[in-house]
């Protein structure tokens, strides 16, 4: 039983190339999330998924997109990076939200 | 205002002292509260949930005041193995299994 994994770990862009970070879990639950984590900022909700199929903005969704074909895996694309992009992206998952279950975490630095 | 307010520290307490940390938040009809435990460099983890009478796990101890809206965390006998980021989270009620984290507390134990 992994958990919630993530793919890459780490991760180097030049300003306007694209990438897609993989999210997948292996408890069957309904609920993913995406968050960014910068200094001083906390944790903030990119986008999130409440099923498969299903997709919908979080509080800072803007040069996102996520899709969600699968229960298992919940995908985050940037199409056009921006060094604003720069952070760590946490993915998580949870049946009933009281426990979210965290990735461990993909660091992006974007140049 | 941020929905999730807390002093980011960072809070340096020798071994075996008591540590306090107080959070707030902004939304009175927010149902859920916990701690998360952020380790350096991973994800964070579910410490514990925060009740309304009141909660203890070992040495840590959650408090709520509704009035008030501030969630406290009570950590007595410090360890080293204490040192990480606090982060108090509240669930939203906005639906969708949401949660709002704060930007986290910094505990350093020192020997």
């Known amino acids: 039983n992994a958990g919630v994994t993530q793919t890459p770990k780490f991760r180097v862009l030049k300003t306007g190339q694209s990438m897609t970070l993989l999210c997948a879990q292996d408890?069957?639950?309904?609920?993913m999330y995406w968050y960014r984590q910068d200094p001083g900022m906390g944790l903030r909700l990119i986008h999130y998924s409440v099923g498969e199929g299903t997709t919908a903005k979080g509080e800072v969704p803007d040069g996102y997109n996520v899709s969600r074909l699968k229960k298992q895996n919940f995908l985050l694309g940037l199409e056009s990076a921006a060094p604003s992009q720069t952070s760590v992206y946490f993915c998580a998952s949870t049946q009933d939200s009281y426990t979210q279950y965290f990735g461990p975490g993909t660091r992006l630095t974007v140049l | 205002r941020k929905e999730v307010e807390q002093d980011p520290g960072p809070f340096n307490v020798p071994e075996g002292a008591t540590v306090a940390f107080n959070c707030t938040y902004s939304?009175?009809?927010?149902?859920?509260f916990f701690w998360y435990r952020q380790d350096c460099r991973k994800e964070p983890k579910l410490l514990m949930s925060?009740?309304?009478s009141g909660n203890e796990d070992g040495r840590f101890t959650a408090q709520l005041n509704r009035a008030s809206q501030y969630i406290s965390l009570l950590i007595r006998d410090s360890k080293l193995s204490d040192s990480a980021t606090y982060l108090c989270?509240?669930?939203?009620?906005?639906?969708?299994?949401?949660?709002?984290f704060g930007q986290g507390t910094r505990l350093t134990i020192n020997p």
């Open positions: 989270v509240v669930k939203s009620i906005q639906g969708a299994q949401k949660l709002v």
């Open positions: 939304n009175s009809a927010s149902q859920s």
């Open positions: 408890m069957n639950h309904e609920y």
């Open positions: 925060v009740y309304s």
